[in-house]
């Protein structure tokens, strides 16, 4: 048996919920009906989330309480202006984790407005990215010194972005095959269903 991965979600207030629970759903498959190597954790700032569209939300860790030596992986979802998330997003606290991360090399996955807060944290300048397909998210990314690209899904230096919700499953399935196999990751693809549509 593999040693466990252990993925933190990073929550900031306003996340969108899709974009969150793909990396519990493809994390926990494999868990489960995978090879059994992973498990998933949620931080935030504060002892409550909410969401966008108001549901509340009780994470695993308060973001001070954080250890990044214990995880092998960090995932961001994007979350909506309008409910706050960059508030929390564009925090310290919320960029020195991801900071954190990216100085020991560990994988870091974004869906969609995720990418902006990595963006800001500096991890990103000078390297490939994606967000969500609007011009004033595209702008942002670029003026945070990020060569923007007009794809689905941009992998640059063990970071994962993405441009928009419809791309969160194959996110989070990348991030599982950065942390077990292809082989294994295009299993729980298949066992999920995802390979049929």
């Known amino acids: 048996m593999e040693p466990t991965k252990k993925v933190l979600l990073l929550l900031a207030n306003g996340f969108e919920v899709f974009e969150a629970s793909v990396f519990i759903d493809v994390m926990g498959w494999n868990l489960v009906e995978g090879d059994g190597s992973t498990e998933l954790f ?21 973001i001070g309480d954080i250890d990044i030596n214990s995880f092998d992986a960090l995932a961001i979802p994007g979350g909506f202006e309008v409910y706050g998330f960059y508030n929390d997003a564009y925090s310290d606290k919320f960029l020195d ?11 870091i996955a974004s869906v969609c407005v995720g990418a902006l807060p990595i963006a800001k944290s500096g991890v990103l300048k000078n390297k490939k990215g994606t967000t969500y397909n609007s011009p004033v998210r595209r702008t942002a990314l670029k003026d945070f010194g990020v060569d923007v690209l007009d794809q689905p899904i ?21 991030l599982l095959e950065n942390l077990t196999s292809k082989t294994n990751a295009d299993n729980v693809r298949h066992l999920m269903g995802f390979d049929v549509y």
Do not use: M
Not at 154 to 174: C, E
């Open 42 to 62: 949620t931080c935030g700032c504060k002892k409550e989330i909410k969401s966008s569209f108001k549901q509340r939300f009780l994470p695993d860790y308060l």
């Open 97 to 107: 984790v991801i900071r954190g991360f990216k100085a020991q090399n560990k994988p």
């Open 154 to 174: 941009v992998h640059d230096d063990h970071i994962i972005t993405s441009w928009n919700p419809s791309t969160a499953v194959d996110v989070a399935l990348l």
